[in-house]
């Protein structure tokens, strides 16, 4: 089954600037995949590990979540300039919000009533009331923000990355100021948050290296070498594990977070970048493809057990 949307003529914003993105629905029966060179979004059924659907209409795809009820599913389009909010049990389009040519990553608030959008080419976050079906505010002061923004556990805390001068910017969530940075990287991309909040680990691409930010500090303290050109950051549900994506030697790394060692280097990717999603239960995480497969691996063996295409 297609689903054709329908879309802007428009011209292509950034076709430089790639990324995809991975969201796997509360329930963890479904997986809605991305990638920013593709026209369409591939919906996977994970009870039967096989594609179930695509949505046809975009541009330049750029961010997926799910709404922590489960019930809608947000997609960015840098090119359409909206966020656009489906019916996740049908993926009809339901609304579009204009959030500005350039629409990049997004987060959302655990009681789903807030969606912070990243704003490339603005160089802004927007702040979306989705009770209001509007915008609360759009903070500035920005430099280029991407895929990476992350609220952190008890949602005080918001994190932008800003590829034009590899900072993170740490936002009250609630004033909406800013109240600081994180100097010192180097291509920064994917992020995440530890559940206490203390501790953020960084995808640094241009190093090759994931590193780790003491919160408080506002400084990094570890760095860990893995493989070329790495995007991704996921950290497992314990806490115990980190991924990383290296986009140019096909792998995914595995960091043990206690001992910040690299302990595994899982091969037979294509180009993995920061899409890489756990289950609930840490005992598999997904790992996106570039050309939109989907391939289901065990943290028992590190083996791939499905592809899904």
């Known amino acids: 089954m297609n689903i054709t949307g329908k879309s802007l003529a428009q011209m292509p914003f950034d076709g430089a600037i790639k990324n995809n993105s991975l969201a796997v629905s509360p329930d963890e029966k479904t997986a809605v995949a991305s990638y920013s060179d593709s026209t369409q979004i591939k919906i996977y059924d994970l009870d039967k590990g096989s594609l179930k ?18 019930k809608l599913l947000y997609i960015t389009d840098s090119s359409h300039g909206y966020l656009m909010a489906y019916d996740a049990a049908t993926f009809q389009l339901i609304e579009k919000f204009p ?6 990553g997004t987060t959302i608030s655990d009681d789903g009533r807030r969606i912070f959008i990243n704003n490339e080419a603005a160089s802004t976050v927007t702040v979306l009331n989705v009770a209001n079906h509007e915008a609360d505010t759009v903070i500035r002061g920005f430099h280029q923000p991407r895929q990476g923004v992350k609220l952190n556990p008890e949602n005080t805390k918001l994190y932008v990355t800003n590829f034009e001068n590899d900072h993170i910017t740490i936002v009250d969530v609630k004033t909406l100021k800013t109240e600081g940075e994180v100097k010192g990287f180097n291509k920064i991309r994917a992020i995440s948050i ?6 953020l680990y960084a995808a640094n691409s241009g ?29 497992s549900p ?5 991924l990383s994506g290296n986009k140019v030697d096909n792998t995914v790394s595995v960091v043990d977070v206690k001992t910040y060692k690299n302990i595994q280097t899982i091969k037979g990717f294509k180009e993995p970048r920061q899409a890489i999603v756990f289950s609930k239960d840490g005992k598999f995480f ?14 028992a063996n590190y083996k791939i057990v499905e592809s899904m295409k």
């Open 207 to 235: 190093s090759s290296e994931l590193l780790v930010v003491d919160v408080a500090g506002k400084k990094i303290t570890q760095r860990i070498p893995v493989g070329k050109d790495n995007y991704g950051a996921s950290l």
């Open 286 to 299: 997904y790992v996106l493809n570039n050309d939109l497969s989907l391939d289901k691996v065990s943290m």
């Open 238 to 242: 314990d806490g115990k594990f980190l």
């Open 53 to 70: 659907t695509t949505i046809k209409g975009f541009v330049n795809p750029r961010n997926i979540l799910f709404s922590p009820d489960g």
């Open 99 to 104: 959030v500005g040519y350039g629409a990049f």
């Open 194 to 199: 530890s559940k206490d909040g203390k501790t």
